[in-house]
């Protein structure tokens, strides 16, 4: 049965691209002011049952207060699970609307350089280490070295996904093979009722043993709220859009990214509601190129 995880993509830096980001935030997006926010909805999320946690080296300083949350509460390395990515660098620096908010970097280097720093926050604790948003061209899958290195990381190694070549790039993972083994284990990727397109793919890695993990299941917020386009979810489609999610055989975890004890614990109720009928949700689709091209366009607030 699939769970719930807390992605914390939107509770590391000041700013994000989800719908309402910026208004759940509120004013006080300083330092403290993030880690307080943090720790309390990762509080919500224990209290919840949530077990598994999900950062990222480009997430701000959401691998800082990550660690710190865990060591202050004494959470045990066998009581939880953690994941984290590396690919990207948070180049924002805490600026307001900063013209470049991260910058992506598959090479062995930058691998060298981010696996030491998530290590020294996370290392009790972290139980896989991904690619982040691994794409065909990125080329880190057919980089040799970043492959080997990879293979050699004393803990699981797995691949987040984006943008519309998602099934192939998960394809492409599930043959790699270092000295005859696999490299990667563990797949996270967006899928939710506007953009299904990887979910064969993802029952392929499924089947091949790997760990499904869903990102992004409300559309970066966009099924959060009630709209013309939601209204074949009923009126909470936020929870129906998760319970959509949960409903998939072939998922693992399921990521909120909520910002807020509310949103927090709103999301969790999807665990019992009923699934909605595939039928009813699956006008929903949309082509992959315009799903991913609306997403870029998206301001971060």
């Not at 981010?114 to 604790?125: D, K, R, S």
């Not at 996270?188 to 506007?194: H, S």
């Amino acid at each position: 049965m699939a769970v719930f995880g807390l992605g914390l993509a939107s509770l590391g830096r000041p700013e994000y691209l989800n719908v309402g980001h910026g208004a759940a935030l509120g004013d006080d997006r300083s330092v403290e002011g993030l880690r307080r926010r943090c720790e309390s909805v990762c509080d919500a999320a224990w209290e919840g049952g949530v077990r598994w946690f999900d950062a990222a080296r480009s997430y701000g300083l959401a691998e800082q207060f990550l660690g710190g949350w865990l060591a202050a509460r004494g959470i045990g390395a066998g009581d939880v699970t953690v994941s984290s990515k590396w690919g990207y660098t948070y180049t924002a620096d805490w600026q307001p609307h900063a013209e470049v908010q991260e910058v992506k970097d598959h090479s062995a280097a930058a691998l060298a350089r981010q696996w030491p720093q998530t290590e020294a926050l996370l290392g009790p604790w972290l139980r896989l280490y991904a690619v982040h948003s691994a794409t065909q061209e990125s080329g880190i899958l057919d980089d040799a070295q970043v492959l080997r290195d990879l293979a050699a990381l004393p803990v699981p190694v797995g691949l987040s996904l984006s943008g519309p070549g998602q099934a192939d790039t998960l394809r492409k993972a599930l043959e790699i093979r270092v000295e005859g083994q696999p490299v990667f284990s563990a797949v996270q990727a967006t899928w939710n009722v506007m953009e299904p397109s990887a979910g064969p793919a993802l029952a392929e890695a499924k089947a091949a043993g790997w760990t499904v993990i869903v990102k992004e299941a409300l559309a970066n917020g966009r099924l959060a709220v009630p709209s013309p386009a939601t209204q074949r979810l009923g009126p909470r489609p936020g929870v129906a859009a998760l319970a959509a999610v949960l409903a998939q055989p072939w998922v693992d975890v399921v990521l909120s990214g909520a910002v807020t004890v509310e949103q927090l614990r709103a999301n969790l109720t999807a665990r019992t509601a009923p699934a909605p009928d595939p039928d009813r949700y699956a006008p929903l689709a949309v082509d992959p190129q315009t799903y991913w091209r609306r997403r870029a366009a998206m301001p971060w607030t």
